[in-house]
């Protein structure tokens, strides 16, 4: 293959750089180095979590095996009374030894370790010494993880993982489009002996490699054109338990409920258009993992779930397990979202009844709501199901935003990925969706009360809330909606509304009298740990058109709106749909073309 160098440009991110050609018929988009660079942030922590995690397995087993060891040594000396002989060694079996009744079986095989690792022998003695040799060959067992980027276009993002994550093993990069293969070739040559050794590019259908690669990843990186339902059932099964999936969809118009029946088909969830959608559209996709998952005994654990720029990126971590699977119904949630006020209720699909030890799974109670909203008279709209039980694990969290900051110069999108993690990190995790204070206010028509009065009503009323890293303007409480309702009410009558017709949300709200007597003198904590330090949370986008791009070689027309969305597409249309686009009803703040 000759290469004319004329006919590329050299683009750097990170570490990598990569050759785009004149014509560019390979997928780029510059927008992304934010997914990038949160996936590099995921991956340093992963590797670091799973050592973690890999030391203490083993000394839990060897913990087991000085049990066994004391167990044997006192059985002897009360049965013979005799010192007993160590046999000799069995050459075959590396001085390990049987210690696996202490291992649960998801324990027992956790991570990819080498051929033949911890191969027991049934009647091996445990001495000190033997215990220290399988803790040697054990850890030098825990090899680099194996990464699947299993739709890499010019292989930008396989390359950086290559280069710029301590650790990593082998990156393999696939595409099913002939030139992006070429293109991710000449990419790993052209960065050097490191990617060469480590980047590994095939031709393939994603769907079919992973399928015929089951539980061979220990992370598995999904960032398709739109969404990525038609691979969630292969990827899920190519992950080795522990493992993780990383998966991006930028569908957001089709998440966040702009074609509803259009989401149901390809997630199985049906999305409400509430000011909540991008944080619907999280829950969305982890449900749709979840139910991948299941069909395979495996379940997930998500670590970090984004909403960014114009997509959504969940990070999860995969386990096998068919009793730990029996949980799925407790963490899925269908929603009803009342057409008239901003209330909405959570309808758990299952509840289990713990007695003892033994635990019962049964249907969840319900209906949660009656037909006509409590608050306001008017009906539900019913969504989901969705992943109602925490999106990210804050230990990571934490983990992830010291690791970020201590290697500040190594991520290009630092001040984004900082201000996303902060703000994930103050999230409440038990607390699924979130109010808009701007609602309430357009419902009742009254002025708003500014954020930090209001939160310091719910928290002097015995509640948390916090922010949320979906929308600057999203508060996320545990009070239920007829407190909020009345601290309004307590707020209105300071600050009278115009009289309104009877039959408005607003008026029915504000007719009852209010049960709780609102306080709104400032708390402490009304303000976040960031907030109070004027750490940045939310950032502009950095240049104009930072948004998703379709499939290589094609280009952005008005009817891309319908599936990306407008606000996505951020006005990137080509001049003769601009007419047209000018005639579109107005969007939303959400993005969702009215
Ligand atoms: C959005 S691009 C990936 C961008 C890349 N991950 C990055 O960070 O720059 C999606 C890629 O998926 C490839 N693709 C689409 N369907 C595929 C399939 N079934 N198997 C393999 N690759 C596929 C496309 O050719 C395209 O290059
Ligand atoms: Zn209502």
């Known amino acids: 293959m000759t290469t004319d160098m004329n006919d590329y440009k050299i683009i750097k991110e990170g570490e990598a750089e990569i050759l785009m050609h004149a014509k560019n018929e390979v997928f780029y988009n510059k927008a992304q180095v934010n997914n990038r660079d949160m996936s590099i942030a995921v991956l340093r ?19 087991g095996a000085h049990k066994v060891s004391e167990n044997n040594s006192s059985e002897s000396v009360m ?24 291992i649960s079986p998801e324990e027992a095989e956790p991570f990819s370790t080498m051929e033949g690792s911890v191969k027991t022998t049934e009647e091996c003695n445990t001495t000190e010494e033997q215990i220290n040799l399988t803790e040697v060959k054990a850890r030098k ?95 899920v099964q190519s992950v080795v ?28 969830s049906y999305p409400l258009r509430g000011k909540y959608c991008h944080e619907m559209a999280l829950r969305i996709l982890l449900a749709s993992i979840e139910s991948h998952a299941n069909r395979y005994k495996r379940y997930i654990v998500p670590v970090l779930s984004v909403q960014m720029d114009f997509y959504v990126r969940v990070f999860v971590r995969i386990y096998s397990s068919a009793g730990a699977m029996k949980n799925t119904p407790l963490k899925l949630s269908y929603v009803y979202q009342c057409t008239g006020c901003d209330s909405f209720h959570l309808q758990p699909i299952g509840r289990s009844i713990s007695k003892n030890t033994s635990v019962r799974y049964l249907p969840g109670y319900g209906p949660v709501v009656p037909q006509a909203c409590t608050d306001c008279g008017k009906k539900f709209n019913m969504g989901g199901p969705i992943w109602s039980a925490p999106i990210h694990d804050q230990e990571w969290i934490a983990s ?9 110069a190594s991520y290009p999108a630092y001040d984004r990925i900082s201000a996303v993690l902060t ?29 930090i009065m209001f939160r310091s009503a719910v928290i002097n009323a015995g509640y948390r809330i916090t922010g949320t890293h979906v929308n600057p303007l999203g508060l996320k409480s545990d009070a239920p909606m007829d407190v909020i309702w009345d601290i309004m009410r307590c707020w209105v009558k300071t600050h009278p509304v115009k009289a309104q017709a009877e039959d408005l949300p607003g008026s029915v709200i504000l007719a009852k009298e209010p049960v709780l007597q609102a306080n709104f003198t400032r708390a402490v904590a009304s303000l976040s740990k960031a907030q109070a330090k004027k750490v940045a949370r939310f950032l502009p986008n950095p240049e104009r058109y930072w948004g998703p791009k379709l499939r290589a070689g094609r280009t952005i027309t008005s009817k891309h709106v319908s599936i990306l969305g407008e606000a996505a597409v951020n006005g990137v249309l080509n001049q003769e749909d601009n007419e047209e686009s000018k005639s579109k009803k107005p969007k939303t703040e959400d993005g969702i073309t009215s």
Do not use: W
């Not at 397995?57 to 060897?62: D, F, P, Q, V, W």
């Open 423 to 451: 703000t994930v990190s103050e999230e409440l995790p038990d607390v699924p969706l979130f109010l808009s204070l701007h609602n309430l206010c357009a419902t009742l028509k009254c002025t708003s009360p500014s954020a």
């Open 241 to 268: 338990d522990g493992g993780m999936l990383m998966c991006t969809a930028t569908d957001m118009a089709v998440l966040c409920g702009g074609n509803g029946e259009v989401c149901y088909s390809k997630y199985g």
């Open 79 to 102: 049965e013979e009374e005799v010192p007993q002989e160590t046999p000799p060694e069995d050459p075959k079996s590396n001085g390990e030894c049987k210690v696996e009744e202490e």
């Open 141 to 235: 067992e825990l090899k680099p993880p194996r990464v699947l980027e299993a739709l890499s276009a010019s292989g930008l993002r396989a390359l950086r993982y290559a280069r710029e994550v301590e650790g990593i093993g082998q990156v393999v990069a696939l595409d099913n489009d002939t030139a992006s293969v070429e293109a991710c070739r000449r990419n790993i040559k052209f960065n050097g002996s490191v990617a060469v050794s480590k980047v590994e590019s095939h031709l393939a259908d994603a769907r079919v490699y992973m399928l015929t690669h089951p539980k061979e990843f220990d992370m598995v990186d999904l960032d398709p054109y739109g969404s990525p339902s038609v691979f969630l059932d292969s990827a």
């Open 45 to 63: 922590t992963f590797i670091s979590k799973r050592k973690e995690e890999h030391d203490a397995m083993l000394s839990k087993r060897i913990k």
């Open 400 to 408: 992830m935003l010291a690791d970020v900051k201590s290697m500040k």
